[in-house]
């Protein structure tokens, strides 16, 4: 892709569930998408993170946590909760989520306004979970119809307890260029699509092919990372690290990954960024620490 103006150009756009993670030190601003926009933007492009947010105190601590981390962002106000999520961490730092339902965020309006960044979007990335429910899920699709068609559309899978469907997963896998998903979400996808009892290389390339995507982006955690593209596949080593939580850390790859491919990087040195980005993250507490400035190089 060619370089982008980007401090005068159009968004890069995080767009889904918007919540606080309640852990175990306390209460933490996330949501994939909103980690998302945060780390593209680190990249000097501009980002905005879209949702919706309650009519509550937490609705008012979100939108001063965004405005303290300068990110940009669209969370109309609507008469439900806004998102909350328990999270617990293991001995190695691993989450797990209880995700509440009812909340803003399953209740997105497609607003004007929200035309507008669509019709703008450089990029998108949105996931299943804000999908979960049909208002969320219209609203997430009436912003792809959106969008030009140079965007550059990111489907981070992000499977979250039972909140996803066959229907969901292959709508979106049929309006993405890229798919990101982690090893565990490709045991599932992979049974879905009758792929299981195939190697995972074989199982993503059998994806790129069947909806023709750009790219694919597989996490294995300490395992490593892998990109495959339709000419080329890309695999690095996970860096050793003292975890201090992987809370963001898969996002934080995604928006880094975003932002240098729209930099013009090849697929090899973005994917090399979106690893040593990644790792920084899991050696900070939360999901939105300021990335130095050696790793944007």
């Given at each position: 892709?060619?370089?982008?103006?980007k401090?005068?150009?159009?968004?890069?756009?995080?767009?889904?569930?918007?919540?606080?993670?309640?852990?175990?030190?306390?209460?933490?601003?996330?949501?994939a998408?909103?980690?998302?926009?945060?780390?593209?933007?680190?990249?000097?492009f501009?980002?905005?993170?879209?949702?919706?947010?309650?009519?509550d105190?937490l609705?008012?601590?979100?939108?001063?946590?965004?405005?303290?981390?300068?990110?940009?962002h669209?969370?109309?106000?609507?008469?439900?909760?806004?998102?909350?999520?328990?999270?617990?961490?293991?001995?190695?730092?691993?989450?797990s989520?209880?995700?509440?339902e009812?909340?803003?965020?399953?209740?997105i309006?497609?607003?004007p306004?929200?035309?507008?960044?669509?019709?703008?979007?450089?990029?998108?990335?949105?996931?299943?979970?804000?999908?979960r429910?049909?208002?969320?899920?219209?609203?997430?699709?009436?912003f792809?119809?959106?969008?030009?068609?140079?965007?550059?559309?990111?489907?981070?899978?992000?499977?979250?307890?039972?909140?996803y469907?066959?229907?969901?997963?292959?709508t979106?896998?049929?309006?993405?260029?890229?798919?990101?998903?982690?090893?565990?979400?490709?045991?599932?996808?992979?049974?879905?699509?009758?792929?299981?009892?195939?190697?995972?290389?074989?199982?993503?390339?059998?994806?790129?092919?069947?909806?023709?995507?750009?790219?694919?982006?597989?996490?294995?955690?300490?395992?490593?990372?892998?990109?495959?593209?339709?000419?080329?596949?890309?695999?690095?080593?996970?860096?050793?690290?003292?975890?201090?939580?992987?809370?963001?850390?898969?996002?934080?790859?995604?928006?880094?990954?975003?932002?240098?491919?729209?930099?013009?990087?090849?697929?090899?040195?973005a994917?090399?960024?979106?690893?040593?980005?990644?790792?920084?993250?899991?050696?900070?507490?939360g999901?939105?620490?300021?990335?130095?400035?050696?790793?944007?190089?």
């Open positions: 892709m060619m370089k982008q103006d401090l005068h150009g159009r968004p890069i756009v995080g767009l889904g569930e918007a919540l606080w993670d309640m852990l175990p030190d306390g209460s933490q601003l996330g949501g998408p909103a980690n998302f926009a945060y780390h593209a933007s680190q990249f000097g501009p980002a905005i993170a879209v949702s919706a947010l309650g009519e105190s609705g008012d601590d979100t939108v001063r946590a965004f405005d303290e981390h300068n990110l940009k669209l969370m109309p106000r609507v008469p439900y909760p806004t998102g909350t999520v328990q999270v617990t961490l293991d001995e190695q730092g691993v989450p989520y209880h995700i509440k009812g909340v803003a965020w399953d209740n309006p497609f607003t306004e929200m035309e507008t960044i669509a019709h703008e979007a450089l990029a998108v990335c949105w996931g299943s979970l804000a999908q429910n049909a208002v969320s899920q219209a609203t997430i699709g009436r792809l119809d959106a969008t030009q068609a140079d965007c550059l559309k990111i489907f981070d899978i992000n499977l979250r307890q039972h909140y469907s066959r229907e969901v997963i292959e979106s896998l049929q309006r993405c260029d890229i798919l990101k998903i982690n090893d565990e979400e490709l045991a599932i996808v992979g049974k879905m699509m009758a792929l299981e009892g195939l190697p995972a290389e074989e199982q993503c390339r059998s994806l790129v092919n069947a909806y023709g995507l750009k790219m694919l982006i597989l996490t294995c955690g300490t395992d490593g990372s892998h990109v495959f593209t339709p000419e080329e596949s890309s695999f690095l080593p996970t860096p050793a690290v003292q975890v201090a939580d992987t809370v963001g850390a898969g996002d934080s790859f995604t928006g880094a990954f975003c932002a240098a491919i729209l930099n013009g990087l090849p697929v090899r040195e994917h090399r960024r979106a690893v040593d980005v990644s790792a920084f993250v899991c050696t900070q507490d999901a939105m620490p300021v990335v130095p400035e050696s790793l944007k190089a």
